[in-house]
């Protein structure tokens, strides 16, 4: 089995390793049922979408040079997206169907290339002789990107390179019109950057890092303000990368982008690179992040809002932006390998970028708001069709993103039910991890099989728990965390024991006063999940748009087995308005009568909403003392 989404092996700055593709086997839990759904379901109902919007027909055209084009410029992108997903299901496990139709799709794409190597349907349909003519908008390299992110994945888990030929063939072509001593100019939509980073680590050819910097480097010289909004902070234009200060912009494109800068990092070791990522992490996590991982706060821009710009209604935190995030998350924490990166890994994936992902796996949200009247409600897919697809190859690979291995040891990052099978230096080392996480406090790491010499194993604390346990065989573990892990450096034996208990009790949290759609409200949280208030779980009556909690009267948590595929339900005490009467938009305050009732309050996660019938949603609680509050 080859790599996963990111090969760090050969790069001299990693501080921890990724693992071979398949390595890490999901065995049960939310994440492998949330895969299997992903594999059962949303693969082919994507086929079917990309058959019926028109994505297969244009590059069709492409080939043919007849028809007309469907959709928006970046119809081929979607293709791709798909075919990344299937190629690391298909890593994993023989799936013959699945295999005959990612086969079909890339003789399609095939077909599509100009003998020159370019590729984009778009230019190649609807605007013949206009190649390269719009870079702010025209997003072909950001096509070329997830072309050989595709291409990568079905080379590395499949050993399958007919898209890699094709990736070869249009990168060439590209190296003809962009570089030093030729065109100057950067994609609107950063992601070839990335990519491109990793198809040097894939072909170990330099070019693909020259080009790769390159782009990098002319970022933020004003080349992309012409475009649409007129905004070069929208393309991360404004000022150069390694200067910026905040993070700004389109949200999907700032975390690309800053994908990117980590891998360059990762390759070339300049601090400048690292530096300033961190500096534009720490703004986004400081102020200009929701509750659930989710960013890019503004509609009209689907770009980050000024600090603490973060409304619930109308907050945009597309769910691409949240996968955006957790892959900058994830090669930040391959770079510095601090836990604290982990965490917000965790934080994103279970609320910021499940929200989007509806439990039938044929239903998505592309914004995920933290309250709605009732009237947000998943698609069967969207005209700009970005997220599903990149929801399938996030939970396709999602195995790439649990551990990782230095020459000292291996690393676990996020939890579930899954096994480890990793070569080290010396031998190789297996595992058995077993939870209900996110939903129970304990996860167990059973040692299979072990070199003789002694390693560390490293299993993170999550900062959202402020009392973490851990004991090997049996034995209380007293040493000092390192880097947000506790570590365990012993010569193993297979059967040894790692228990760690991490306390999740149901608790409140407030925002910074300046989050003005937060102030004097509260919201509910479990361990790493966020809850939401669902019009369907109140009692008859009750909108979530009305009702108050008592920050006093305690938050009860209970399983539920047949809940929403099995969760924990939390209750608590408050209070809902009467809207009886009150019809008009504003009125005197002596006239509101004191018409609140108590209630019993019941959130689920916030993940889980939207599966049942449309209603209200909030997750931000206004505090209250149950029916005596007055108004
Ligand atoms: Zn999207």
């Known amino acids: 089995m080859g790599p996963g989404p990111v090969d760090n092996s050969r790069s001299p700055f990693a501080a921890l390793g ?35 919007a028109g994505n297969f027909d244009n590059l069709r055209y492409a080939a043919s040079g007849g028809g007309a084009y469907r959709g928006p410029f970046f119809m081929d992108s979607d293709v791709y997206k798909w075919l990344e997903a299937v190629g690391w299901e298909l890593g ?70 007919r898209l890699l030929d094709v990736t070869t063939r249009a990168f060439a072509h590209v190296q003809t019109v962009f570089g030093e001593g030729k065109r100057i100019g950067v994609d609107g939509h950063p992601e070839v950057e990335t990519a491109l980073v990793e198809l040097f680590r894939h072909t170990r ?35 150069p990368i390694r200067d910026a200060e905040v993070i700004e912009g389109h949200a999907v494109r700032g975390t690309y982008l800053l994908s990117g800068v980590v891998d360059a990092y990762l390759e070339t070791g300049e601090a400048a690179l690292l530096r300033s990522s961190r500096r534009q992490w ?86 995920n708001p933290l309250s709605s009247t009732g009237a947000h409600v998943r698609q069967e897919w969207y005209r700009v069709a970005c997220c599903p697809p990149n929801l399938m190859r996030l939970m396709a690979s999602i195995g790439h993103y649990l551990a990782t291995k230095t020459p000292d040891g291996v690393q676990l990052h996020l939890y579930d039910s899954y096994r480890v099978n990793a070569p080290v230096a010396g031998g190789r080392i297996v595992l058995e991890i077993q939870s209900n996480y996110p939903w129970e406090d304990q996860v167990l ?12 194993l490293s299993v993170r604390l999550p900062r959202w728990c402020r009392t973490p346990r851990v004991s090997v ?29 991490l306390p999740m009790r149901p608790s409140l949290v407030a925002a910074h006063p300046y989050v003005e759609s937060a102030r004097h409200a509260a919201a509910i949280t479990r361990g790493p999940i966020v809850y939401c208030i669902e019009g369907c779980d109140q009692e008859p009556g009750v909108d ?8 006093t009267g305690g938050l009860r948590s209970e399983w539920h087995p047949a809940l929403l595929g099995g969760t924990v339900q939390i209750t608590a005490r408050g209070s809902a308005q009467d809207l009886t009467g009150w019809t008009q938009l504003y009125r005197p305050l002596d006239d509101v009568a004191p018409t609140r009732r108590p209630v019993q309050l019941t959130a689920i996660p916030y993940f889980l909403w939207g599966n049942r019938e449309p209603g209200g949603m909030s997750v931000w609680v206004p505090i209250g003392q149950g029916s005596n509050d007055g108004r």
């Open 544 to 551: 979530p748009k009305t009702v108050s909690i008592d920050a």
């Open 445 to 456: 790491v059973r040692v299979v099989e072990t070199p003789e010499r002694p390693w560390e």
């Open 282 to 367: 720490q703004d986004m996590v400081d102020h200009k992040q929701y509750l659930t991982g989710g960013i890019g706060s503004r509609r009209y821009s689907e770009g980050f809002g000024n600090a603490y710009e973060l409304p619930s209604d109308a907050g945009y935190a597309e769910t691409c932006a949240a996968i955006g995030s957790f892959y900058w998350n994830w090669r930040m924490l391959l770079a510095t390998g601090e836990g604290i990166y982990a965490d917000h890994m965790e934080l994103t994936l279970y609320n910021g970028i499940l929200s989007g992902l509806g439990l039938d796996g044929t239903h998505f949200f592309y914004e």
């Open 18 to 52: 990724t693992l071979p593709f398949g390595s890490t086997a999901l065995t049960d839990g939310v994440l492998s049922r949330r895969q299997q759904v992903n594999r059962e379901r949303s693969l082919w109902h994507g086929l079917r979408m990309l058959h019926t």
């Open 92 to 161: 994993q496990r023989p799936n013959a169907p699945l295999q005959e139709a990612a086969e079909q799709a890339v003789t399609i794409v095939a077909a599509a290339q100009d003998a020159d190597g370019y590729l984009d349907s778009y230019y190649q349909v609807a605007e013949p002789g206009r190649r390269w003519s719009d870079l702010p908008q025209g997003h072909e390299l950001y096509c070329l990107g997830h072309l050989a992110q595709a291409a990568l994945a079905l080379s590395r888990a499949c050993g399958n390179d």
């Open 205 to 239: 050819n330099a070019d693909y890092l020259r080009l790769a910097t390159f782009f990098l480097n002319h970022r933020g010289a004003g080349l992309l303000g012409g475009g649409r909004l007129r905004d070069p902070g929208y393309f991360q234009d404004r000022v």
């Open 473 to 501: 065989d049996g034995q209380a573990l007293e040493s000092t965390p390192r880097n947000g892990y506790a570590v365990v450096s012993r010569t193993w034996t297979p059967g040894d024991l790692v228990a760690l208990t």
